[in-house]
């Protein structure tokens, strides 16, 4: 199947293109975006692959889907197009970064900037229907993005994998750990954030660290 993503994931995951279950998934997805007011916008639902070529790949984000308000998704995990009020989580991450790093809180909620570092803002399901949270979910999004984990698993060395939340975490037991660096800690919701489990995790400074100690560039957060 031709997909239209960044030359060099397709390289990698031609193989999952062409299974059963993706040919069902895009058809599902094309029949949705037909009849249903669905997000991203079509031509952003791999952007987090089009920011960031393969090879780039330093840190791995995973979020769950994509946020379901008009305007808000634009293809990365947690990220919000130009303009956008931050949404809950976002506001919490932000929050984290200014405590931990001393960063001011900024303006714009886009996190296309991380992606152009090398950091991978990977939904576990790329599409959503509007206003109806996990309605594309169990539909092979999951396989397929079990897939690219998996893949830059075995392909690369030395990335750095944050894992927010039991979700994330489950989506984690495709990383090699003995490759790879894990940090894991609460999802930046409110309702995980204000039981004390976001807060005070320090992740952007100690992927800085780990980045520089594996000979790496850090990220400008």
């Not at 994509?66 to 976002?90: E, K, M, R, T, W």
């Not at 992927?207 to 850090?218: D, F």
Request: aromatic share 12%; hydrophobic share 35%; charged share 20%.
């Amino acid at each position: 199947m031709n997909v239209n993503i960044e030359t060099s994931w397709k390289e990698h995951l031609n193989d999952e293109f062409e299974k059963p279950y993706f040919f069902d998934l895009i058809n599902f997805v094309k029949s949705e975006y037909k009849t249903q007011k669905c997000y991203p916008p079509g031509k952003q639902i791999f952007s987090a692959f089009d920011r960031c070529a393969f090879n780039d790949v330093k840190v791995v984000i995973i979020g769950q889907d994509p946020y379901h308000g008009p305007g808000q998704a634009n293809g990365l995990c947690f990220s919000v197009a130009d303009g956008i009020p931050h949404p809950p989580s976002l506001i919490n991450i932000f929050k984290e970064i200014e405590a931990d790093l001393g960063t001011p809180y900024p303006k714009s909620g886009n996190l296309e900037r991380w992606a152009d570092q090398g950091v991978l803002l990977l939904n576990a399901t790329l599409t959503v229907r509007a206003h109806i949270a996990g309605s594309h979910q169990k539909r092979g999004w999951e396989q397929f993005t079990d897939a690219v984990i998996k893949t830059i698993s075995e392909k690369q060395e030395k990335v750095v994998f944050l894992l927010w939340g039991g979700f994330a975490k489950k989506k984690g037991k495709q990383v090699d750990t003995t490759k790879h660096r894990v940090l894991t800690t609460g999802h930046p919701s409110p309702l995980s954030a204000n039981r004390g489990y976001w807060f005070g995790n320090k992740h952007f400074s100690q992927t800085n660290s780990l980045l520089k100690a594996m000979g790496q560039s850090p990220i400008e957060w």
